[in-house]
């Protein structure tokens, strides 16, 4: 199976973690198929977008460039899937050609974990905690700001979890 060196989406270069490309036939149509497991910075931004312009590069040196559909996978790991239907399917030599009938689809979640994913980009999420302190402790806790707060908690946090 062709590997797959650098993909952008709509100009922007999306780190990929593992991929397959691959053609999936069935009796009416061909499809260009990419499959990546990408951070889950990327399945939110593109999790409500139908259609991108995207660029593949692949490891022998060629480029694939097309208009083409996109979709959030659920598995365990962030993964997207990235497909257009082709007309010629010459343009494509030396990619695996799949069907309903295969058995054998990549695994491209195998060997990967979460937590390496997040090494290279963790989300941020909000968090919004109700607490019951002494009013000395809330009138301090209003005079700071969001960003000293959230640094304040993130060490806390650090903290206990080494000595827990």
């Known amino acids: 199976m062709e590997k797959v060196k650098s993909v952008?989406?709509?100009?922007?270069?999306?780190?990929v973690f593992n991929s397959a490309i691959?053609?999936?036939?069935?009796?009416?149509?061909?499809t260009l198929e990419l499959n990546v497991i990408v951070s889950e910075?990327?399945?939110?931004?593109?999790?409500?977008?139908?259609?991108l312009i995207v660029e593949i590069e692949l490891?022998?040196?060629?480029?694939?460039?097309?208009?083409?559909?996109?979709?959030?996978?659920?598995?365990?790991?962030?993964?997207?899937?990235?497909?257009?239907d082709i007309d010629d399917l010459d343009e494509y030599k030396g990619l695996s050609i799949l069907n309903e009938n295969n058995s054998s689809f990549p695994d491209i979640e195998e060997g990967?974990?979460?937590?390496?994913?997040?090494?290279?980009?963790m989300p941020l999420e909000d968090i919004t905690l109700k607490l019951k302190l002494p009013i000395e402790q809330v009138e301090w806790l209003r005079k700071l700001k969001k960003k000293e707060v959230t640094d304040m908690m993130e060490e806390f946090l650090i903290y206990y979890r080494k000595n827990e």
């Open 22 to 30: 691959y053609l999936f036939e069935t009796n009416t149509t061909v």
């Open 59 to 84: 490891e022998d040196g060629r480029m694939i460039n097309s208009i083409m559909s996109v979709t959030v996978m659920q598995g365990r790991l962030p993964q997207l899937h990235i497909f257009c």
């Open 41 to 51: 910075i990327v399945t939110n931004k593109y999790k409500h977008v139908d259609n």
């Open 8 to 15: 952008i989406l709509d100009g922007e270069e999306i780190h």
């Open 112 to 121: 990967i974990t979460l937590e390496e994913i997040r090494k290279v980009e």
